[in-house]
């Protein structure tokens, strides 16, 4: 696997080696060695799998208390994944990256503790699959304006209509009055 850093260090892309033959191809997603000779070294407790139609933009969702480190891939499909550092203390702090994950580019993501995350669908279906470093706690939630002008995300949206969001995610909060972590 080849751990490239993101335009934010602590985020970290991964690419995976690829074994291809007449059957198809072969890959692994995660060497506990590897990851940590790389720096992240840390136990994943809970596994989760997302399905999403075009459209769809899911976040920017984070937990204040039991942060979640996340390592994202994409299982089928194509998104647009998005990590916003949160941390007060860091000097990338409010500043988001965003990168293409595929079922065909077999990319994956990590994103450490302290981020907020979250992805738009591009292809007709995606299906996501990532492992956490922290149980889900619905009440330590809390979620970023996916289109706060002071982030400057730029969503690769498929038409003027605004994304397919969850009624939760159309009440998230600015990054000037959000949560964050010191």
């Given at each position: 696997m080849e751990f490239?850093?993101?335009?934010?260090?602590?985020?970290?892309?991964?690419?995976?080696?690829?074994?291809?033959?007449?059957r198809g191809d072969f890959f692994e997603t995660y060497r506990s060695d590897e990851f940590s000779a790389?720096?992240?070294?840390?136990?994943?407790?809970?596994?989760?799998?997302?399905?999403?139609k075009k459209g769809v933009l899911r976040g920017l969702h984070y937990q204040i208390q039991q942060a979640?480190?996340?390592?994202?891939r994409v299982a089928w499909g194509e998104i647009y994944d998005v990590a916003?550092?949160?941390?007060?203390?860091?000097?990338?702090?409010?500043q988001a990256v965003g990168i293409l994950l595929s079922s065909q580019n077999k990319k994956q993501l990590w994103i450490p503790p302290g981020f907020a995350h979250g992805y738009y669908v591009l292809s007709d279906w995606?299906?996501?699959?990532?492992?956490?470093?922290?149980?889900?706690?619905?009440?330590?939630?809390?979620?970023?304006?996916?289109?706060?002008?002071?982030?400057?995300?730029?969503?690769?949206?498929?038409?003027?209509?605004?994304p397919i969001l969850s009624e939760n995610d159309k009440k998230g909060f600015l990054l000037k009055a959000a949560e964050v972590y010191e």
């Open positions: 490239t850093p993101s335009s934010i260090p602590a985020v970290i892309i991964i690419t995976p080696k690829i074994y291809k033959d007449h790389t720096g992240i070294d840390q136990e994943f407790i809970q596994a989760n799998h997302a399905g999403s979640q480190g996340k390592l994202v916003v550092d949160l941390r007060k203390s860091s000097p990338s702090f409010g995606a299906e996501l699959s990532y492992k956490v470093t922290a149980y889900y706690a619905p009440e330590w939630e809390r979620t970023l304006l996916w289109n706060d002008p002071d982030l400057g995300i730029e969503w690769p949206l498929l038409s003027d209509d605004l």
